[in-house]
């Protein structure tokens, strides 16, 4: 049985923008299908018209009030403005818009949270902005029976994160914004680093590298020192590629790490380990050195609608995911951290590894059937 405060998550607390749109859209702002990115500047005005769809009537005003507040360059906005207005009227008339409290982490301890049942059972710290979206999280994490600890920056807004969903395939492009402002000061307060003390297990995205790789240190030795169970991310290829060292620096403390085949094969690649093959990467994954060899560490990577490999203490184990007809998959937003979410929830009631990868597969299937990482009212897995 699961206890108050057992899991507690770190990361960028961002709020989806998700829009089915088309391979157009996706050409004209240089994304790529099925791939994970940090906002550039010739990705604001996407930011800007997939804001508006829903807010025509306030369209000026909007402006004028957030703006300033995605971006201190007022020459930038300038620059953006009568693109702007030809990107709004193509996202009006051709797509839908939606808002979910989202971020990695958060989804996987949402997920997590669902699965147990628990009120309280899991924890999140992260950065959002003293905004409306900050609110809205803040609302939507209380609901789904997160503890919450947020640092609230009065400089910047909300993080966001454009969804662009495509025959059901997602690409990210992230514009973290507040959640870029996270520091280890707020960690280190008595009260959040209660959370810290009282948790046993602990997971963290790899997008957090980004941010504040001090706060995971922190958390990582914390683990290493009193016999827990530390957990991470890939998250995605630019991690891997323009983030090793900070990756590299925390890998040893991991006792589980998770990501799929294509950020697996980039670490491989990154590493000069000169293989694609995703079995053997996993296994010389779980085979990294360890700064606490209490435990093995496991290596956990999906590979879509192809089998789950498993890399322990030497050995590998394939493991089938549950087949979705195409004509019933929605998007696949948030399967990889609906994924992590399930497997969480049975790891910190100590169940087997097969159970783990059972309830990752069930909450991944049931996410992709729905628009978001969002879920029912309860799980049904049993």
């Not at 296994?283 to 999906?302: C, D, G, M, N």
Request: charged share 25%.
């Amino acid at each position: 049985m699961a206890q108050e405060g057992i899991l507690l998550g770190m990361g960028n607390p961002l709020l989806d923008i998700s829009s089915v749109v088309d391979d157009d859209f996706l050409n004209k702002y240089d994304i790529k299908l099925n791939n994970a990115i940090l906002a550039e500047e010739k990705h604001l005005p996407l930011f800007m018209s997939l804001r508006m769809v829903l807010q025509r009537v306030k369209l000026l005003k909007w402006i004028r009030q957030n703006i300033p507040r995605l971006d201190r360059s007022q020459k930038l906005v300038n620059a953006y403005s009568s693109l702007f207005y030809r990107l709004y009227d193509e996202m009006a008339s051709k797509y839908n818009v939606e808002y979910i409290a989202g971020g990695a982490t958060q989804n996987s301890i949402r997920v997590a949270q669902w699965m147990l049942q628990i009120p309280g059972a899991t924890s999140y710290i992260g950065c959002i902005g003293k905004d409306k979206f900050g609110e809205e999280m803040k609302k939507n994490s209380k609901l789904a029976g997160v503890n919450v600890h947020y640092y609230e920056d009065e400089s910047a807004s909300t993080g966001t994160c454009a969804v662009c969903v495509v025959g059901g395939e997602r690409s990210l492009v992230a514009n973290l914004s507040a959640a870029n402002c996270y520091k280890s000061e707020h960690l280190k307060k008595p009260e959040n680093w209660a959370l810290v003390e009282k948790a046993k297990y602990f997971y963290i995205a790899g997008f957090f590298l980004t941010v504040s790789p001090d706060s995971i240190q922190l958390v990582a030795e914390h683990a290493a020192a009193n016999n827990k169970v530390f957990m991470m991310n890939l998250s995605a290829p630019f991690i891997c590629e323009f983030f090793k060292d900070a990756l590299e620096k925390v890998l040893p403390y991991m006792d589980y790490i998770f990501g799929n085949e294509t950020e697996a094969r980039t670490f491989s690649k990154v590493q000069g380990w000169e293989t694609d093959d995703v079995e053997e990467i996993a296994l010389k994954l779980s085979q990294w050195p360890k700064a606490s060899e209490i435990r093995k560490r496991t290596a956990v990577i999906t590979q879509g609608a192809d089998p789950v490999v498993v890399a322990q203490d030497g050995k590998l184990k394939k493991f089938p995911v549950i087949v979705l007809p195409k004509d019933k998959l929605v998007d696949t937003n948030g399967a990889g951290d609906a994924f992590v979410g399930g497997f969480l929830s049975q790891l910190v009631q100590e169940k087997p590894i097969e159970e783990c990868v059972r309830a990752g597969c069930y909450t991944s299937h049931v996410i992709i059937q729905r628009s978001g990482c969002t879920y029912p009212e309860k799980p049904e897995f049993n």
